[in-house]
Nanobody, 114 residues
Framework: VQLQASGGGLVQAGGSLRLSCGAS????????MGWYRQAPGKQRELVAT???????NYADPVKGRFTISVDRDKKTVILQMNSLKPEDTAVYYC?????????WGQGTLVTVSS
């Protein structure tokens, strides 16, 4: 079981980035995929999640700026991040959940310069 994330990088405030994550090795369907982030000196926090049924959940700081989409068949999750702010700087972790178990990918660093 593996979650492979990509798409992080350095961007100026107001810019956009797109994070992608693919799940492989799952012999069952995942119900939920999403993204969490951890800034230096802070705890890991929810960014957004999406289910295979089409429902989504966003943390308040990213509502209206970030959009999550989950492809049930491909087991991929995309996070489109627009109007980025310096406070969005963090390591972003891909997440998947299925059959009561949580899975985490390696982090991808997003740096937003002011």
């Amino acid at each position: 079981v593996q979650l492979q994330a990509s798409g992080g990088g350095l961007v100026q405030a107001g810019g956009s980035l797109r994070l992608s994550c693919g799940a492989s090795g799952f012999r069952f369907s995942v119900n939920t995929m999403g993204w969490y982030r951890q800034a230096p000196g802070k705890q890991r926090e929810l960014v957004a999640t999406g289910t295979i049924y089409g429902t989504t959940n966003y943390a308040d700081p990213v509502k209206g700026r970030f959009t999550i989409s989950v492809d049930r068949d491909k087991k991929t999750v995309i996070l489109q991040m627009n109007s980025l702010k310096p406070e969005d700087t963090a390591v972003y972790y891909c997440y998947a959940s299925g059959r009561g178990t949580d899975y985490w990918g390696q982090g991808t660093l997003v740096t937003v310069s002011s």
